[in-house]
T-cell receptor, first 111, second 115 residues
Framework: DAKTTQPPSMDCAEGRAANLPCNHSTISGNEYVYWYRQIHSQGPQYIIH???NNETNEMASLIITEDRKSSTLILPHATLRDTAVYYC????????????FGTGTRLAVRP | KAGVTQTPRYLIKTRGQQVTLSCSPISGHRSVSWYQQTPGQGLQFLFEYFSETQRNKGNFPGRFSGRQFSNSRSEMNVSTLELGDSALYLC??????????????FGPGTRLLVL
């Protein structure tokens, strides 16, 4: 599995956009980028995933660079409830259904 | 659709005992994976089951085992509990029609405390 690198912590003001970066320089052509988040002591929550193109859903946007070596998760209007640990995971057919979690980014949203 | 459910939500056991945790996947999902989360090691993959067969296994001792039933429900068992087994145990399910590319959805977890 390709490894990912994320900053250990970030913060942003409530109502502003939160941009969470992830480096995955060894990603291979058929591997997807997944984002999950975990609010304290709860199960991880799926946010979004993508292969090459940018993706958007009701929770967030995912921007993947053209060379696919990095990506950014964007929460357009962060709220206090978005305070969580965010995990960027690279996954493909070779990993099956196994998700390899790193240490993630702890996002603190300030009032 | 109901989400992934796990029972019990909280459990206290003593060293040397054994424990069985249960997971019911989202309706129609056939793959169930288990993870252990501890403050020191983070989220680690335990094993994955599909059609009652273990397809993948993480690096855990044989005291950790699991099984899956024909209705896709899964159980995991930990025998001879150690203090270090205190953790949040998470279950995730996916449809697994196209393995490795489908989203996994997690349950709320079972918090196990070993005294």
């Amino acid at each position: 599995d390709a490894k990912t690198t994320q900053p250990p912590s970030m913060d942003c003001a409530e109502g502003r956009a939160a941009n969470l970066p992830c480096n995955h320089s060894t990603i291979s052509g058929n591997e997807y980028v997944y984002w999950y988040r975990q609010i304290h002591s709860q199960g991880p929550q799926y946010i979004i995933h993508g292969l090459k193109n940018n993706e958007t859903n009701e929770m967030a946007s995912l921007i993947i660079t053209e060379d696919r070596k990095s990506s950014t998760l964007i929460l357009p209007h962060a709220t206090l409830r978005d305070t969580a640990v965010y995990y960027c995971i690279v996954r493909g057919k070779s990993s099956g259904d196994k998700l390899t979690f790193g240490t993630g980014t702890r996002l603190a949203v300030r009032p | 659709k109901a989400g992934v459910t796990q029972t019990p939500r909280y459990l206290i056991k003593t060293r040397g005992q054994q424990v069985t945790l249960s997971c019911s996947p989202i309706s129609g999902h056939r793959s169930v994976s288990w993870y252990q989360q501890t403050p020191g090691q983070g989220l680690q993959f335990l094993f994955e089951y599909f059609s009652e067969t273990q397809r993948n296994k993480g690096n855990f001792p044989g005291r950790f085992s699991g099984r899956q039933f024909s209705n896709s429900r899964s159980e995991m068992n930990v025998s001879t509990l150690e203090l270090g087994d205190s953790a949040l145990y998470l279950c995730a399910s996916s449809p697994t029609v196209d393995r490795g590319t489908e989203t996994q959805y997690f349950g709320p977890g079972t918090r196990l405390l070993v005294l």
